[in-house]
């Protein structure tokens, strides 16, 4: 993901509640490994909840592009 554009740059609210709730979803995952790689045995349950986390993130990833790409006010500061 590219880095996160500076506050006074991004014009559109909808940008900004889209791209919190991807960087939530980006921290959830993370902690999420980071425990796996901490515990000596990996529970079935917690690598199945891991995958969740990555869909989660890669939906929220996606949703947040879509958006970019379609809302006029973020694709002309994104071409600044």
């Avoid at 879509?66 to 500061?77: A, D, I, M, T």
Wanted: hydrophobic share 40%; aromatic share 6%.
């Amino acid at each position: 993901m590219n880095e996160p554009r500076p506050a006074e740059t991004i014009s559109c609210n909808e940008y900004q509640r889209l791209f919190d709730a991807c960087a939530r979803a980006r921290e959830i995952l993370n902690e999420q490994r980071a425990e796996i790689f901490r515990s000596p045995s990996v529970l079935e349950a917690m690598v199945d909840e891991v995958l969740r986390s990555q869909v989660k993130y890669a939906q929220a990833y996606l949703v947040l592009r879509n958006h970019v790409e379609g809302c006029p006010r973020c694709r002309k500061v994104e071409a600044a």
